[in-house]
C-alpha cells in the first residue's frame, strides 16, 4: 500500500519530464534562430518576426491532438467529452487562431506593429500551458480508463483464471474439435 503514493509520484514526475521534453523539441530550431538573431544583434528583430506564432501554432496542434486522444481513449469517458472539447475550442481560440494571424499579419506587412514583441510571447506561454494541461487531462483520463477497465475485471473473474502471482489471466478458448464428417475439408 505504501508503495502506491511513490508509484503515482514517480508516474507524475515522468509524465512531467516527458512534456516538458516534447515543448523543449519543439522550440529547439526556434531556440537557434534566436541565438543566431542575437549573435548578429537583432534580437528585437526576433520578436518582429512570426517565428514565436509558430512555435505557438505548433504547440496548439500537439495540445489538441492530446485532448482528441484523451477523447478517444475510452468510450466511457463520455461524461467528460464537453470538458475536453471545451478544451479544444479554447485552444484553437486563444492560441492557434490568433497565431495563424499573427503569422499571416506578419509575413504581409512591411511595418509590423510594436504590440507584437509582447503578443508573441504570450501567445507562445498560454500555448505552454495549454499543451502541458493537454497532456495531463490525456494522461488522466487514460489512468481513469484503466482503472475502471480493471474494476469491471475484478467485479467479473467468472471468465478468468487466477495463478499463483494473483493476477487474472484468461482462460483458454474451448474450441470445438474437427471432425472428419466436415464437408468443407
Known amino acids: 500500500m505504501s508503495d502506491l503514493p511513490e508509484r503515482k509520484e514517480h508516474q507524475s514526475l515522468s509524465m512531467m519530464y516527458g512534456t516538458y521534453a516534447d515543448i523543449l523539441?519543439?522550440?529547439?530550431?526556434?531556440?537557434?534562430?534566436?541565438?543566431?538573431?542575437?549573435?548578429e544583434g537583432r534580437l528585437y528583430e526576433a520578436l518582429?518576426?512570426?517565428d514565436l506564432s509558430i512555435a505557438a501554432a505548433i504547440l496548439a496542434g500537439l495540445a489538441?491532438?492530446?485532448?482528441?486522444?484523451?477523447?478517444?481513449?475510452?468510450?466511457?469517458?463520455?461524461?467528460?467529452?464537453?470538458?475536453?472539447?471545451?478544451?479544444?475550442?479554447?485552444?484553437?481560440?486563444?492560441?492557434?487562431?490568433?497565431?495563424i494571424i499573427l503569422i499571416l499579419s506578419i509575413l504581409g506587412s512591411t511595418d509590423v506593429p510594436g504590440f507584437v514583441t509582447f503578443v508573441q510571447p504570450v501567445l507562445l506561454?498560454?500555448?505552454?500551458?495549454?499543451?502541458?494541461?493537454?497532456?495531463?487531462?490525456?494522461?488522466?483520463?487514460?489512468?481513469?480508463?484503466?482503472?475502471a477497465t480493471a474494476a469491471g475485471s475484478e467485479e467479473s473473474e467468472s471468465g478468468r483464471d487466477q495463478t499463483n502471482s494473483g493476477r487474472n489471466r484468461p482462460v483458454p478458448l474451448d474450441l470445438p474439435r474437427r471432425t472428419g464428417n466436415d464437408p468443407t475439408v
Not at 499543451?131 to 495531463?136: D, G, H, P, Q
Request: aromatic share 14%; hydrophobic share 55%; glycine share 8%.
Open 25 to 39: 523539441f519543439v522550440l529547439f530550431p526556434f531556440l537557434v534562430i534566436g541565438m543566431q538573431r542575437l549573435w
Open 48 to 50: 518582429l518576426r512570426p
Open 64 to 99: 489538441i491532438g492530446k485532448f482528441v486522444l484523451g477523447l478517444v481513449t475510452n468510450r466511457d469517458l463520455g461524461r467528460y467529452k464537453e470538458r475536453i472539447v471545451f478544451f479544444i475550442a479554447l485552444t484553437l481560440f486563444l492560441v492557434l487562431g490568433p497565431a
Open 125 to 147: 506561454i498560454i500555448a505552454i500551458s495549454l499543451y502541458t494541461t493537454a497532456v495531463s487531462i490525456s494522461n488522466l483520463l487514460t489512468r481513469f480508463g484503466d482503472h
